[in-house]
């Protein structure tokens, strides 16, 4: 069965200090895998997705197929990245399965 | 704005009643995904429509039910509430079956059982 595992509930880093976001997968075929992000307030909404390669907002993420892992990146965190981040896969069935999300606090 | 509407944005009411959560999806969005998010649980996958028809369902209790019309509104049943019942319900859409499409959340209904 397919499950989605991000370990921290909680992660609190100084602003300007790199920050990384873990999470694990498990899925017997070839995963989609996304972040999305929920500021205060707001809706949840896509951060990136690896199949684009992207970085948003100075995010990165990169899929680690041998380590079945998709872990969030930024060199230098900033203040408005405060948010609550949920890693997702896509399953062929086009079902969404979330993690159960990390808070992030960047302490200014 | 995503698109996506949700309806009530806030409830409130007694254990044991029952209650509808309503979603409009975006514009042609043919897939719904409903999920339950509390405060020590995160965001907990309920159940997902394509284009009418059930595709897959999570942890969703029996008390639970949910449907999609022919207009593609969906609409989630919550029965017997319990004071544990107490959550945000969100509601996503997204354009087809397949692909790296991106779900798009509506702002959610926010249930408070007392």
């Known amino acids: 069965a397919q499950r989605v595992t991000q370990p921290e509930k909680l992660l609190s880093v100084f602003k300007g200090a790199p920050v990384e976001l873990k999470c694990n997968y498990s899925?017997?075929?070839?995963?989609?895998l996304f972040w999305y992000v929920q500021y205060s307030r707001q809706r949840l909404q896509l951060l990136l997705r690896h199949i684009s390669r992207e970085s948003i907002k100075g995010f990165t993420a990169d899929l680690n197929k041998g380590e079945t892992s998709f872990h969030l990146k930024k060199p230098f965190a900033q203040e408005e990245d405060s948010a609550m981040y949920y890693c997702a896969l896509k399953t062929g069935a086009n079902n969404l399965f979330f993690g159960t999300g990390t808070r992030l606090t960047v302490i200014p | 704005d995503s698109g996506v509407t949700q309806t009530p944005k806030h409830l409130i009411t007694a254990t044991g009643q029952r209650v509808t959560l309503r979603c409009s999806p975006r514009s042609g969005d043919l897939s719904v995904y409903w999920y339950q998010q509390s405060l020590d649980q995160g965001l907990q996958f309920l159940i997902q429509y394509y284009n009418g028809e059930e595709r897959a369902k999570g942890n969703i209790l029996e008390r639970f039910s949910a449907q999609q019309f022919p207009d593609l509104h969906s609409e989630l049943n919550l029965s017997s509430l319990e004071l544990g019942d107490s959550a945000l319900y969100f509601c996503?859409?997204?354009?087809?079956?397949?692909?790296?499409?991106?779900?798009?959340f509506g702002q959610g209904t926010r249930l408070t059982v007392v």
């Open positions: 996503a859409s997204s354009p087809s079956r397949g692909g790296n499409t991106e779900a798009f």
């Open positions: 899925y017997s075929g070839s995963p989609e």
